[in-house]
């Protein structure tokens, strides 16, 4: 019953019940079994799990895929289930990353650049697709407006 109340609040990964569990004092047989039995229910899917966090993770707060693995690295998803989470979700970081920077900075404001920059590192994003997203947005938009 514990368990269960734990699970319908979100989807949780096999890591975090495991800490929940342990953290609730029951022992390590118990908690192996309590898994193993609603994992063959379809409850417990580290899969389901990383592949609910980033859909929820682009729709309400965007972020690149270092950050996202981080996040779901640190909830105890294996790095070969992030990856094919990832790209079963098919994300086009290139349009978030611009989508983000036109939200957050003016194109005619040169200055910005390296402050676009450096927040679009901090959101997870590759040092290369920052800065050609940055570059393509203060750059390339400016010549056009010409």
Known sequence: MLLLKFLSYRQRSR??????????????KDISDLINKYQDMGYINDLSF??????????????????????LYAK?????????AWREAQVDER?????????????????A???????L???GFNRSMAYATV?????EDTEDDR
């Open 50 to 71: 990383a592949g609910m966090w980033i859909r929820e993770r682009m729709r309400f707060n965007p972020k690149g895929y270092a950050a996202i693995c981080a996040e």
């Open 135 to 139: 570059k393509n947005f203060f750059v």
């Open 113 to 119: 650049m390296p402050k676009a920059m450096a927040f």
């Open 15 to 28: 890591h975090e019940i495991e800490q929940y569990l342990s953290n609730k004092g029951c022992a390590d």
């Open 95 to 111: 349009s978030i990353a611009s989508e983000l920077i036109e939200k957050r900075f003016d194109k005619h404001d040169k200055e």
């Open 76 to 84: 105890g998803v294996d790095r070969d289930i992030i990856d094919q």
């Open 121 to 123: 590192i901090r959101r």
